[in-house]
């Protein structure tokens, strides 16, 4: 869980022949999550990247739900002309198989073609909890009536299995609350609803520079260029 990787996903294309004429209209691009997370922000960037490329207007469209699912099961349904992307993350195109029982869609209808990008986690707190140190909130969190909660931006998210593992590996009685998206979920870290998470650098970084929540540990072996301050969990 030490880094964050998001890859393009669209499917495969049936017809060469069609492709010579591609693209005559525009790319829609499909974020599996809320606007306003770590996927969010990155497909808009490439966005306007491609649509400078290819000269056609591509548009981001949110589908949060599900882990990633909801937006996955719209692409796989889409026709397979690739005028419909998917922006995946690990959880969404590769362990939601192994979260779910029965997958609504078929992980064959997909075919990677490019990666974006690799990011560290970190590990943030709720602004109501008074503590300095990932010692000292792991320390709280145990003797708290009840235990943590922990957000993330939905099943099999990077932050479910990093909040997951670090419960496993402290001791620590934590509580997974899934959201449709980072967005949401940091809204309700800010007001005490849920204890900590474990999110992508970019997608709380504002939060952290401006003070409105604490950052304790980035993964990773090193600390963050982005963060100095900040340890790493080694």
Known sequence: MSRFIAS????????????????????????????????DVMARILAEWVAALLGRPVIIENVPGAGGNSGATLVSKSRADGYTIL??????AAMNQFMYKRMPYDTSAF????????????????????????????AKMKARTGGANFGSAGMGSTGHLGGTLLSMQTGLNAQHVPYRGSAPMLQDLLAGNIQ??????????????????????????????ALPEVPSNT
């Open 196 to 225: 900590f998470t474990i999110d992508t650098v970019p997608g709380v970084m504002s939060f952290i520079t401006s003070g409105t929540i604490k950052a304790l540990a980035v993964t990773g072996k090193s600390r963050s260029p």
């Open 87 to 92: 922006v995946a993350t690990p959880g969404q």
């Open 111 to 138: 075919v990677p073609l490019a990666y974006i990008a690799s990011v560290p986690s970190v590990l943030v707190i709720s602004p109501t909890l008074d503590v300095s140190s990932t010692t000292d909130f792991l």
């Open 8 to 39: 393009i996903v669209a499917l495969l294309l049936t017809s060469l022949s069609d492709a010579k004429a591609w693209p005559d209209q525009p790319v829609k691009m499909v974020v599996p999550f809320a606007a306003g997370g770590t996927t």
